[in-house]
């Protein structure tokens, strides 16, 4: 089945440090790649929407410059966490789609602490 | 804009026994997929049963099916035969055929008593 990998698994910096997260699908083109933060739980709360060479689409509320997102091959994706706050401490997750009618596949997530 | 909810926040059942979940979901379209989702302590989502909105059939995965009902808008999920194993957080989630964005529901813990 596709599988989508998640790196790293936990990440603990300090504040005003900036910290990337990978997504990468294993065996199958992602055109659409999504960023979640979810609060212990809580539901995933969509950050934003990422297409193969487009800009991503932010959800309201969500700081672009602070959540930088590359998706900048079918199988890979980035979120950068650019001068990260202890607010900003949560769990991440991403999800790759090959099309409405292939579903979804979520990445294990990533543990985020700003100390 | 569509919304998903899910108005049990804890649910128990005994090892064995049957459980329901609820969902209920609101959507101007016609043309959907709904889903279920499983969370468990790990925090990986795996998915669980998936429903396409033109197929009036309830899906079944084993011992997961859905009780589909379009007019009202619900998607209950029935867990048979529980298992330690099934408990987890629980969500429901929608999307439209046409788009691609997953709305999800506050989740529903699940425990299983032995």
């Known amino acids: 089945g596709a599988v989508v990998s998640q790196h790293p698994s936990w990440v603990i910096c300090k504040s005003g440090t900036s910290v990337k997260i990978e997504c990468r699908s294993l065996?199958?083109?992602?055109?659409?790649m999504f960023w979640y933060r979810q609060f212990p739980k809580q539901s995933l709360m969509l950050m934003a929407t990422?297409?193969?060479?487009?800009?991503?689409?932010?959800e309201q509320g969500v700081e672009k410059d602070k959540f930088l997102i590359n998706h900048a091959s079918l199988t890979l994706s980035t979120l950068t966490v650019t001068s990260a706050h202890p607010e900003d401490s949560s769990f991440y997750i991403c999800?790759?789609?090959?099309?409405?009618?292939?579903?979804?596949?979520f990445g294990s997530g990533t543990r985020l602490t700003v100390v | 804009a569509q919304t998903v909810t899910q108005s049990q926040p804890e649910m128990s059942v005994q090892e064995a026994e049957t459980v329901t979940l609820s969902c209920t979901y609101d959507?101007?379209?016609?043309?959907?997929?709904l889903f279920w989702y499983k969370q468990p302590p790990s925090r990986q989502m795996i998915l669980v049963i998936r429903?396409?909105?033109?197929?009036?059939q309830n899906a079944t995965e084993n011992r997961f099916s859905v009780n589909f009902q379009k007019a009202a808008k619900s998607f209950s999920l029935k867990i048979s035969d529980s298992q330690l194993g099934d408990a987890a957080m629980y969500f429901c989630?929608?999307?439209?055929?046409?788009?691609?964005?997953?709305?999800f529901g506050a989740g529903t813990i699940l425990r299983v008593k032995s």
């Open positions: 989630a929608f999307t439209h055929r046409h788009g691609n964005k997953l709305v």
């Open positions: 429903q396409e909105a033109y197929k009036q």
């Open positions: 065996d199958f083109q992602a055109t659409t």
């Open positions: 990422s297409n193969e060479g487009s800009k991503a689409t932010y």
């Open positions: 959507t101007s379209e016609s043309d959907y997929y």
């Open positions: 999800s790759a789609s090959e099309g409405i009618n292939y579903g979804y596949t």
